[in-house]
Structure formats: structure tokens, C-alpha cells
């Protein structure tokens, strides 16, 4: 069943080409890392028939694995749409997380009302490395939020991520991950056979790959 909505998931993103690919002609992240895919879930808000699935989707999967969920957190900036559609789904509270604190009025880096203790679940669209995840999930334990988990649409998968996760003690569940997409795109001929080792060394080893 995973497996399956994986697949599907990947199989959407790369229908409304969220996802490109490109081996040979590879993206510069802010990182300065070369990555032969680009991702965009953004894109995924523009296609009712994408959106509604990933809303149901994660929707199930966050009632399923955190079923104490209280409210829903989006990070900013591509959390909040998809966040905010989850937690209309769940009939529940909505919240945001910035990326750092309003230079003016309130100053306020968490937007929306959360009671003290409150059980929330955190929205991402990608995970890449998990940082700036992580960095929203700190500010609301700060704020005396308990943080139950993070749910997001697609990840990488690296090693740094996961690993960074654990440390922080905070559950990911994910609906899609480049294994999954990688598989369905060559059984769909989005990739050729011997790109496959290349693409697969990159999650591997993502800082030294193509340098």
C-alpha cells in the first residue's frame, strides 16, 4: 500500500512536471550542490486533480500516525497552502511557522493562534536536508507546542536528512520518496536504464556528486 501511493504521488508530480529531471544537464542548488532533479510542489496547487489527492492523502496518513493531532503547522513558505488544505480536511486548527521573526508589528514568527501544549502536526511540501524543517518544528517546542510530527510530500531520502530527524527526535512520514519516483519513472520512460546509476549515486552522496 505504501509502495503504491508512493508510486502514485511520483506518478502526479512528474504528470504536471513538479519533477524534472535531468542527469545530463544538472540543477545548482543555493547549496552550490549539482542535482539531476528539481522538484516543485508548489505546482501541485495549480492541478485540482494533484491537489486533492496529496490533501487526501496525507490527510489519512497524519490521522493514521498521529492521531492525536490537535492543529496543523505549515512551514513557510510552500507549507502553508498545503498545510492549510490538511487541516481544513481534519476539521481542525491552522497555524504557520516563518522562516525567522516579522521585522515589524508583533514580530511574531509562529502565525495563528495554538493553545499552550497544543498537539500539532507539521507540513512540509519537500524534504531536502531537513534543516529549515527542523528549524520551525525548534521554534514551536520553544513556544510550548508539543510537535507530534512532520508529514510532507516528497523527500530526498539522504542519509544527512534522516539522520538529522532522529536527532531531533521528531517522526517523517513522507507520501513519495526518490527511490519510489526513480522506479516509476524508468517503468514510464521519464529516464533511460543508464542513467540509473548516476541518479542513484547522487542521493547517496549529493555534495559530491557531478563535481
Known amino acids: 500500500m505504501e509502495n503504491t501511493i508512493a508510486k502514485k504521488v511520483a506518478s502526479l ?7 524534472k529531471i535531468r542527469p545530463n544537464d544538472p540543477f545548482t542548488w543555493a547549496s ?3 542535482s539531476p532533479i528539481y522538484c516543485d510542489n508548489r505546482l501541485s ?13 496525507l490527510s489519512s496518513k497524519i490521522q493514521e500516525q498521529f492521531a492525536d493531532v490537535e492543529a496543523i503547522v505549515g512551514v513557510a513558505t510552500a507549507g502553508i497552502p498545503q498545510g492549510a488544505l490538511i487541516a481544513d480536511a481534519l476539521g481542525i486548527p491552522f497555524a504557520y511557522v516563518r522562516s ?8 511574531n514568527m509562529i ?11 507539521v507540513i512540509e511540501d519537500l524534504i531536502s536536508t531537513g534543516g529549515s524543517s527542523l528549524k520551525a518544528a525548534a521554534a514551536l517546542k520553544e513556544a510550548g507546542i508539543e510537535v507530534l510530527g512532520m508529514a510532507a510530500i516528497f523527500t530526498y531520502g ?23 519516483m526513480l522506479e516509476l519513472a ?4 521519464y529516464i533511460k536504464a543508464e542513467d540509473i546509476d548516476s541518479l542513484k549515486s547522487w542521493r547517496v552522496a549529493p555534495s559530491e556528486w557531478n563535481q
Do not use: C
Not at 502565525?111 to 502536526?121: I, N, P, R, Y
Open 186 to 189: 524508468l517503468e514510464q520512460d
Open 100 to 107: 525567522k521573526p516579522k521585522g515589524h508589528g508583533m514580530t
Open 45 to 57: 496547487l495549480s492541478h485540482p486533480h494533484a491537489r486533492t489527492y496529496i490533501k487526501h492523502a
Open 111 to 121: 502565525e495563528g493562534e495554538l493553545k499552550a501544549g497544543a498537539k500539532v502536526v
Open 158 to 180: 539522504f542519509d544527512l536528512s534522516v539522520n538529522n530527524f532522529k536527532e531531533a527526535g521528531i517522526p517523517l512520514v513522507t507520501l513519495s520518496n526518490y527511490d519510489a
Open 32 to 34: 552550490g550542490w549539482k
Open 13 to 19: 508530480l512528474l504528470e504536471i512536471n513538479a519533477i
